[in-house]
């Protein structure tokens, strides 16, 4: 069966240090993969999507960055943090090839805490 | 563009009432909905989906029926749990496959 990891589970950050989130997917191959930031009580934005190794589409202009360096790996990254990148984030994959059918499936999420 | 409105919650209800969560959905071509939740802290759980018109998806009591006619999925129990307790997506897959496209979230609150 699939399964999808995201760690750390929970980090503390101050203003201005980089950043690096990692997801890995295990069972599957060539999964779309997404990253997806989630603000205290609201919705899911898109932050990041990837269809394929080194395809990476951007959603919404920011300093976060997104890198797939293989197949069933999928890293976020900030060069400097800032206040706002604050946020419960998430990872998610779905299956290719499906004709669209099939969900996503989420990691456990990372809460990110910018001080 | 595709996009998905539910109801604001949060929504209070007590143990064994009827729920009714309103999901309509804007999309080009026929797509797949779903509804997840998620508990305090953790990731999305896919709750149920449907893949067509007139599907009815359903999954430990929740049940959601895909009305293209009135374009929407909502979601139903006969009767909630304090378990129940949580924040449930509407989400739908749009038409190029890639993207998924999610409601805004309503927490149930469920009182014994």
């Known amino acids: 069966s699939q399964t999808i990891h995201q760690w750390p589970a929970t980090l503390v950050q101050p203003v201005g240090s980089p950043l690096s989130l990692e997801c890995t997917v295990e069972?599957?191959?060539?999964?779309?993969l997404y990253w997806y930031r989630q603000a205290a009580g609201r919705g899911l934005q898109l932050l990041f999507y990837?269809?394929?190794?080194?395809?990476i589409s951007s959603e919404v202009p920011q300093n976060l960055s997104a890198s797939r360096p293989q197949d069933r790996q999928f890293i976020l990254s900030s060069k400097k943090l800032l206040l706002s990148d604050s946020g419960f984030y998430l990872c998610?994959?779905?299956?290719?090839?499906?004709?669209?059918?099939?969900?996503?499936?989420f990691g456990d999420g990372t809460r990110l805490s910018i001080l | 563009g595709d996009s998905v409105t539910q109801m604001e919650g949060p929504v209070t209800l007590s143990e064994e009432a009827f729920l009714t969560i309103n999901c309509t959905y804007t999309?080009?071509?026929?797509?797949?909905l779903f509804w997840y939740v998620q508990y305090p802290g953790e990731g999305l759980q896919l709750l149920l989906k449907?893949?067509?018109?007139?599907d009815k998806g359903s999954n430990k009591g929740f049940e959601a029926t895909y009305r293209k006619e009135t374009t929407s999925f909502h979601l139903e129990k006969g009767s909630v749990q304090v378990s129940d307790s949580a924040v449930y997506f509407c989400?739908?897959?749009?038409?190029?496959?890639?993207?998924?496209?999610f409601g805004s979230g309503t927490k149930l609150n469920v009182k014994p």
């Open positions: 998610a994959w779905s299956e290719t090839g499906d004709s669209g059918f099939q969900p996503q499936h």
């Open positions: 069972g599957t191959s060539n999964p779309n």
């Open positions: 990837s269809v394929g190794i080194g395809q």
């Open positions: 999309a080009t071509g026929y797509p797949s």
């Open positions: 449907a893949t067509k018109a007139d």
């Open positions: 989400a739908l897959r749009s038409y190029n496959f890639n993207k998924f496209y």
